[in-house]
């Protein structure tokens, strides 16, 4: 069935995860006809149930994060990294921040919470992730005031305290706040039993470092027009979690509320509407006409509160449901790690791969997706009419000389898309073509695009179009550079998303650089890590870390435009960009460049130097590799001809050097005396990892 409507999943909190887990397990469950984007500001979501066991030192983070990128994958939902700012009710827009707002037919809201304000000037402890970094940025031992006296400043003192931390916490009354007098006696022997200090009646403005002061929806909910509880902020919906008022808005979670029968903030509640959540936005979407199912949460839920392990090293947990309260007691620490054991393994009994996939690797995007080299040289010498002499290959052609004495340069590019968010495809894939001029040392002048979206309805392509062609616009306005025309095709038997862009700009004669030939004692300068092709056909097997890829794509987005200027400052003679072919491949077309009557030059390789994505040789190591690799295996061969290594490499770093890049580095040829100051400037200008990685020889090796 052609997708005809957009459902659009806003934030990452525990109901969609959950969502995300049922479709990619029953695929039957996911809504049929409609395209799926679920946006979020992180990539991983934490369980809120480990995060004091995390504070506390007793669980890694990636024992308690669910992987939502991983998730969206095995779905088949599009993941979209991006901070969400508001809501346009009336053209059913979510406001993005520096980039389009998303077009929905269908809202689901799980945002979860944010802490309130703290006049005292607390570190929030919600949202989560910025909380976590702020508590390691502090010296061990530091003292911490935490103001509150629920369940989650309570914890967090104790897992505070079994880090080694000092807290102390501020009540604004005489007693804790978690929900009876027996759990405020309880709790207050747990922090005894921790040493940890209660100050009671402290003002709300006093100091404090660490804010729990009750949680509240993001202001933006409000401000966009949703009906909302005055003193939460969060959204009030029907029993069916659709917005009171907005059909085709659903809340849940933190950030919604049951109006005829509320539920406090709590992840137990989140988990329980998924079910609901789920079959409703089916319906919904493929049923308009059928009620929804309405959920009916139950009276109360069970608490476990842990202590962190502050008593002897040996954690224990306090069970509370209503006004009892039970323990502390180290087996409900058991129960409580069990449950929340459990729960994690859910997400991680997912198939790493689908069906069938593993016996033959799925094959990669991006660049990994161009044709290999050893049939498209054949092609290309077949056409020239002398297969004995091809034509050498060059980064961009020379179209003419403009008027005023400029070299007028041209390139093409594209593949299918890389990943599945549009802007943030064309964003790569734009910097990626650009790159081609940057390697002559060109300025980036126009781009024409051709744009393949698929088969759909005319709403999802016009805005899976306009996602595009802003993403593409994204990369070229800051270079002053236009969009000046393209085409549009509709993609047939399936094919998805695909881009392909031609570029043009110019050059100063003195200023462009060839390939080569390359000089005896010129350096060789790689501008950034490689590895984006290992990383991302492990990501379609389900194998590659949140932070790997995180850190792989923030990088790639980084444009390379101002390296021109820099290179052109102190020296460059030849240079070229590293992509489909692997740093093997386009180093050896360096060497190659020689030209008629020339001899061609020699390079000695240091492999260690090579700067890797982090995951990137790890991966290779467990024998992970892009489609695309076996082909560019051939260029091996060139280590037993003009380029030596200076160390024996070992297996993991042979594959780096052919692993096929999208949005790779520059490789650039500079005279020895001017080198080091030409690394010192482009790390200074924000390329950290740049760094030599060889030397040209006299004569070849």
């Given at each position: 069935?052609?997708?005809?409507?957009?459902?659009?999943?806003?934030?990452?909190?525990?109901?969609?995860?959950?969502?995300?887990?049922?479709?990619?397990?029953?695929?039957?469950?996911?809504?049929?006809?409609?395209?799926?984007?679920?946006?979020?500001?992180?990539?991983?979501?934490?369980?809120?149930?480990?995060?004091?066991?995390?504070?506390?030192?007793?669980?890694?983070?990636?024992?308690?994060?669910?992987?939502?990128?991983?998730?969206?994958?095995?779905?088949?939902?599009?993941?979209?990294?991006?901070?969400?700012?508001?809501?346009?009710?009336?053209?059913?827009?979510?406001?993005?921040?520096?980039?389009?707002?998303?077009?929905?037919?269908?809202?689901?809201?799980?945002?979860?919470?944010?802490?309130?304000?703290?006049?005292?000037?607390?570190?929030?402890?919600?949202?989560?992730?910025?909380?976590?970094?702020?508590?390691?940025?502090?010296?061990?031992?530091?003292?911490?005031?935490?103001?509150?006296?629920?369940?989650?400043?309570?914890?967090?003192?104790?897992?505070?305290?079994?880090?080694?931390?000092?807290?102390?916490?501020?009540?604004?009354?005489?007693?804790?706040?978690?929900?009876?007098?027996?759990?405020?006696?309880?709790?207050?022997?747990?922090?005894?039993?921790?040493?940890?200090?209660?100050?009671?009646?402290?003002?709300?403005?006093?100091?404090?470092?660490?804010?729990?002061?009750?949680?509240?929806?993001?202001?933006?909910?409000?401000?966009?027009?949703?009906?909302?509880?005055?003193?939460?902020?969060?959204?009030?919906?029907?029993?069916?979690?659709?917005?009171?008022?907005?059909?085709?808005?659903?809340?849940?979670?933190?950030?919604?509320?049951?109006?005829?029968?509320?539920?406090?903030?709590?992840?137990?509640?989140?988990?329980?509407?998924?079910?609901?959540?789920?079959?409703?936005?089916?319906?919904?979407?493929?049923?308009?006409?059928?009620?929804?199912?309405?959920?009916?949460?139950?009276?109360?839920?069970?608490?476990?509160?842990?202590?962190?392990?502050?008593?002897?090293?040996?954690?224990?947990?306090?069970?509370?449901?209503?006004?009892?309260?039970?323990?502390?007691?180290?087996?409900?620490?058991?129960?409580?790690?069990?449950?929340?054991?459990?729960?994690?393994?859910?997400?991680?009994?997912?198939?790493?791969?689908?069906?069938?996939?593993?016996?033959?690797?799925?094959?990669?995007?991006?660049?990994?997706?161009?044709?290999?080299?050893?049939?498209?040289?054949?092609?290309?010498?077949?056409?020239?009419?002398?297969?004995?002499?091809?034509?050498?290959?060059?980064?961009?052609?020379?179209?003419?000389?403009?008027?005023?004495?400029?070299?007028?340069?041209?390139?093409?590019?594209?593949?299918?898309?890389?990943?599945?968010?549009?802007?943030?495809?064309?964003?790569?894939?734009?910097?990626?073509?650009?790159?081609?001029?940057?390697?002559?040392?060109?300025?980036?002048?126009?781009?024409?695009?051709?744009?393949?979206?698929?088969?759909?309805?005319?709403?999802?392509?016009e805005e899976l179009l306009l996602q595009s062609l802003a993403?593409?616009?994204?990369?070229?306005?800051?270079?002053?550079?236009?969009?000046?025309?393209?085409?549009?095709?509709?993609?047939?038997?399936?094919?998805?998303?695909?881009?392909?862009?031609?570029?043009?700009?110019?050059?100063?004669?003195?200023?462009?650089?060839?390939?080569?030939?390359?000089?005896?004692?010129?350096?060789?300068?790689?501008?950034?890590?490689?590895?984006?092709?290992?990383?991302?056909?492990?990501?379609?097997?389900?194998?590659?870390?949140?932070?790997?890829?995180?850190?792989?794509?923030?990088?790639?987005?980084?444009?390379?435009?101002?390296?021109?200027?820099?290179?052109?400052?102190?020296?460059?003679?030849?240079?070229?960009?590293?992509?489909?072919?692997?740093?093997?491949?386009?180093?050896?077309?360096?060497?190659?460049?020689?030209?008629?009557?020339?001899?061609?030059?020699?390079?000695?390789?240091?492999?260690?130097?090579?700067?890797?994505?982090?995951?990137?040789?790890?991966?290779?190591?467990?024998?992970?590799?892009?489609?695309?690799?076996?082909?560019?295996?051939?260029?091996?061969?060139?280590?037993?001809?003009?380029?030596q290594l200076k160390a024996p490499p070992s297996a993991a770093?042979?594959?780096?050097?052919?692993?096929?890049?999208?949005?790779?580095?520059?490789?650039?040829?500079?005279?020895?005396?001017?080198?080091?100051?030409?690394?010192?400037?482009?790390?200074?200008?924000?390329?950290?990892?740049?760094?030599?990685?060889?030397?040209?020889?006299?004569?070849?090796?």
């Amino acid at each position: 069935m052609l997708p005809k409507h957009h459902l659009v999943l806003a934030g990452g909190g525990h109901s969609h995860a959950l969502l995300l887990r049922m479709w990619a397990m029953r695929p039957k469950r996911r809504p049929a006809g409609s395209l799926i984007s679920l946006v979020s500001r992180h990539s991983r979501a934490l369980y809120s149930g480990m995060v004091p066991g995390l504070v506390a030192g007793l669980y890694r983070q990636d024992e308690c994060a669910m992987d939502l990128r991983r998730l969206c994958a095995r779905a088949r939902v599009a993941f979209v990294l991006a901070e969400i700012n508001g809501l346009d009710l009336e053209r059913q827009e979510l406001l993005l921040e520096g980039r389009p707002g998303l077009r929905f037919d269908r809202l689901s809201l799980d945002l979860g919470a944010v802490t309130a304000s703290d006049p005292g000037g607390g570190q929030p402890v919600k949202p989560l992730e910025p909380f976590l970094a702020w508590l390691g940025s502090l010296p061990p031992g530091a003292p911490i005031r935490i103001r509150g006296g629920g369940q989650a400043a309570v914890e967090a003192a104790l897992a505070l305290a079994a880090r080694g931390y000092q807290p102390e916490l501020l009540l604004r009354g005489e007693s804790l706040s978690l929900g009876s007098r027996s759990a405020n006696r309880a709790g207050e022997r747990l922090l005894a039993a921790a040493s940890i200090p209660l100050q009671r009646l402290v003002p709300g403005d006093a100091p404090a470092d660490l804010a729990c002061t009750g949680s509240r929806a993001p202001a933006w909910l409000a401000a966009s027009g949703l009906p909302v509880d005055a003193s939460s902020g969060r959204v009030l919906t029907e029993p069916s979690l659709q917005v009171l008022g907005h059909p085709r808005l659903f809340a849940c979670g933190d950030c919604g509320l049951l109006a005829s029968d509320p539920r406090p903030a709590a992840g137990v509640w989140a988990v329980r509407a998924a079910p609901t959540l789920a079959a409703n936005l089916q319906r919904s979407l493929e049923q308009p006409e059928r009620r929804l199912r309405p959920w009916r949460p139950q009276a109360r839920a069970l608490q476990l509160l842990g202590d962190g392990g502050t008593r002897r090293g040996r954690p224990q947990a306090l069970a509370l449901w209503g006004p009892l309260a039970l323990g502390p007691s180290p087996w409900l620490w058991i129960l409580k790690e069990r449950i929340d054991r459990g729960f994690m393994q859910r997400f991680g009994a997912l198939s790493p791969m689908a069906a069938g996939a593993a016996s033959e690797p799925m094959a990669c995007r991006g660049c990994a997706a161009k044709l290999a080299a050893s049939p498209l040289a054949s092609a290309l010498a077949r056409l020239s009419g002398s297969p004995a002499n091809p034509p050498q290959p060059e980064d961009a052609a020379l179209v003419t000389t403009t008027a005023n004495g400029e070299l007028l340069l041209q390139s093409i590019d594209g593949f299918p898309a890389l990943i599945d968010d549009p802007w943030l495809n064309a964003r790569l894939t734009t910097l990626h073509a650009c790159s081609d001029l940057w390697a002559c040392g060109a300025r980036v002048t126009s781009v024409q695009a051709l744009v393949t979206v698929p088969e759909a309805g005319p709403r999802l392509q016009e805005e899976l179009l306009l996602q595009s062609l802003a993403g593409v616009r994204s990369v070229l306005d800051p270079l002053g550079a236009s969009l000046i025309g393209g085409h549009t095709l509709e993609g047939r038997d399936g094919a998805g998303l695909a881009l392909a862009l031609t570029v043009n700009g110019t050059v100063a004669p003195p200023h462009f650089w060839p390939k080569g030939p390359l000089q005896p004692g010129e350096l060789l300068l790689l501008s950034r890590p490689i590895g984006t092709g290992v990383l991302f056909a492990a990501a379609m097997a389900g194998a590659a870390e949140a932070a790997w890829l995180d850190g792989a794509l923030a990088l790639m987005q980084q444009s390379q435009a101002e390296l021109v200027a820099l290179l052109q400052a102190h020296g460059c003679r030849a240079c070229t960009d590293i992509t489909g072919f692997g740093l093997l491949g386009h180093l050896g077309e360096m060497v190659a460049a020689a030209g008629p009557g020339i001899a061609s030059a020699g390079v000695e390789l240091d492999g260690l130097a090579i700067p890797a994505l982090a995951g990137s040789l790890e991966l290779l190591a467990q024998g992970h590799a892009s489609s695309l690799a076996p082909s560019n295996a051939a260029a091996l061969a060139l280590l037993d001809g003009p380029i030596q290594l200076k160390a024996p490499p070992s297996a993991a770093q042979l594959g780096l050097l052919i692993d096929p890049q999208t949005c790779g580095p520059l490789l650039a040829a500079l005279p020895a005396e001017q080198a080091p100051a030409a690394l010192a400037a482009i790390r200074a200008a924000g390329f950290a990892e740049a760094t030599v990685i060889g030397r040209v020889l006299a004569t070849p090796p």
